[in-house]
């Protein structure tokens, strides 16, 4: 079983819905909770970045963290076209005094239609 | 400021030849990463760096080498390429480590290899 379990996808809304993108987790030791945005043949960027449990907002993103059910969420109000890339959650660990450890989701694949 | 740079972008290769990646960062960044992207198994780690002259294996090390002979640059190095390797290769660098308040990765632009 992976560590990090991303809901799969692809997801089609139109323009300017809301959209919620999810991740499981079984690794108690992550603390550091993490969206990337990759648009198609590009790396990924960091979108939003969350410690501990709670939500933060960005704008029109909104990160949400609870550790007690081990689930992150990412909530898009107001879609746009430029939305639609692949969206990345990521976690993160110390495993050592020298290194941490990074787990990434598969990605879901988001298109915002006009 | 350039960021993360990953040369070349694209390469096609024959079973058993060989290949190096490289990556460069001009954002004085202590950590370095090597990830592989396959589709429906998202991004895995390769190998990683804690900074210059040391580098530790990650989630997928079997097939590729190292080196960080200086701190900007981060190398990636296949002996004999396999089928099996045909992938998108991502270099990123990180101020501080995983698990800490400032380790957002940086990720260049990928290098997407073919082997046939």
């Known amino acids: 079983q992976k560590e990090v379990e991303q809901d799969p996808g692809p997801l089609s809304v139109p323009e300017g819905a809301i959209v919620s993108l999810n991740c499981t987790y079984s690794n108690s030791a992550f603390q550091y909770f993490m969206w990337y945005r990759q648009y198609s043949r590009k790396g990924p960027e960091l979108l939003m970045y969350?410690?501990?449990?709670g939500n933060k907002e960005d704008g029109r993103f909104t990160a949400q963290v609870d550790k007690s059910s081990k689930y992150i969420s990412l909530f898009i109000r107001d879609s746009q076209p430029s939305d639609s890339a692949t969206y990345l959650c990521?976690?993160?660990?110390?495993?050592?005094?020298?290194?941490?450890?990074?787990?990434f989701g598969d990605g879901t694949t988001l298109t915002v239609k006009p | 400021n350039a960021g993360v740079t990953q040369t070349p972008k694209f390469r096609v290769l024959k079973t058993g030849q060989s290949m190096t990646l490289l990556c460069a960062q001009d954002m004085n960044h202590e950590y370095m990463y090597w990830y592989r992207q396959d589709p429906g198994m998202g991004l895995r780690l390769i190998h990683y760096?804690?900074?210059?002259?040391?580098?530790a294996k990650g989630e997928v090390p079997d097939g590729y080498n190292v080196s960080r002979l200086k701190k900007q640059n981060f190398l990636l190095g296949l002996e004999s390429a396999a089928p099996s390797q045909t992938s998108v290769y991502f270099c990123?660098?990180?101020?501080?480590?995983?698990?800490?308040?400032?380790?957002?990765?940086?990720f260049g632009p990928g290098t997407r290899l073919t082997v046939l």
């Open positions: 990521a976690m993160s660990a110390i495993i050592n005094t020298n290194a941490g450890k990074s787990t």
């Open positions: 990123a660098s990180s101020y501080s480590r995983a698990g800490t308040r400032t380790d957002t990765q940086y």
């Open positions: 969350t410690y501990s449990s």
């Open positions: 760096s804690v900074g210059e002259g040391t580098t």
